[in-house]
């Protein structure tokens, strides 16, 4: 999508013929299993499944206009790896015109190994920035618990804590400070899961600039360059081209 894009319900004309825009975006989301790069666009084009216009159709066939310039790219996985769970999460605040939700986005990678991306709006509105960015902080955390139990499962050993990048001040603040929390009881749930897997040592928050922020790529449309440089850092690459 081009930086700025924002998709609206009424935008356009509607069009005669929904079941191909549904088939289309029902084949996009099947391929964000692997590439992620398209994760957050096919994320946007869902929320118009009842009434697509001429817009939103526009819009996925960009999507397969850039699959089309690189279709084979896909994620590497290396063969050796310093086993850590990674985690970046991020949000886009009241990005959606019609009802003001959020986005959420987060990578979670082991060692260097991208295992598990999401980006998808957040089920209620937020009241600033902090609150989305605190909501998608938790349902990272949430993802990270049940890595952690995956990983156990299948007897591997990995290091401990997981580390948490997030390039908010103020909810990273909210964490640290019990002080907080008088001022967040309408996100009092997220404020607990997120302070008890802290103290249990689940993870370790970390600062993260906006520049090195690689779920960015998760929550909002970005200018070529910078896309380029987070999707790489995400370990998609062209699989088939000749070392």
């Given at each position: 999508?081009?930086?700025?894009?924002?998709?609206?319900?009424?935008?356009?004309?509607?069009?005669?013929?929904?079941?191909?825009?549904?088939?289309?975006?029902?084949?996009?989301?099947?391929?964000?299993?692997?590439?992620?790069?398209?994760?957050?666009?096919?994320?946007?084009?869902?929320?118009?499944?009842s009434k697509p216009t001429s817009t939103h159709h526009e819009a996925a066939i960009r999507v397969l206009r850039y699959i089309k310039s690189c279709p084979d790219v896909g994620l590497f996985y290396p063969s050796t790896s310093h086993l850590q769970l990674k985690a970046f999460c991020d949000s886009d605040w009241a990005t959606f015109p019609d009802t003001r939700k959020s986005v959420t986005g987060y990578t979670i990678f082991l060692g260097d190994s991208l295992i598990s991306w999401k980006s998808e709006k957040q089920p209620t509105v937020s009241k600033s920035s902090?609150?989305?960015?605190?909501r998608a902080m938790a349902t990272t955390v949430c993802e990270i618990q049940w890595l952690t139990y995956l990983l156990q499962d299948f007897n591997l050993q990995f290091h401990t804590p997981a580390l948490l990048y997030c390039d908010s001040q103020s909810a990273r603040h909210i964490v640290a400070n019990t002080s907080f929390h008088e001022q967040?009881?309408?996100?009092?749930?997220d404020c607990h899961i997120v302070r008890e897997k802290l103290q249990q040592k689940l993870f370790h928050l970390l600062p993260v600039s906006s520049s090195q922020q690689?779920?960015?790529?998760?929550?909002?449309?970005?200018?070529?360059?910078?896309?380029?440089?987070?999707?790489?850092?995400?370990?998609?690459?062209?699989?088939?081209?000749?070392?």
């Open positions: 999508m081009q930086r700025g894009t924002k998709l609206q319900h009424e935008s356009g004309t509607l069009m005669d013929d929904l079941s191909s825009y549904r088939q289309l975006v029902g084949q996009l989301i099947y391929l964000t299993n692997t590439r992620p790069d398209i994760s957050y666009v096919v994320q946007q084009l869902s929320q118009f499944m902090s609150e989305a960015e605190y967040t009881k309408h996100i009092e749930l690689l779920a960015d790529v998760l929550t909002k449309p970005l200018d070529p360059l910078p896309f380029s440089n987070f999707i790489s850092k995400l370990g998609l690459k062209d699989i088939y081209t000749p070392a």
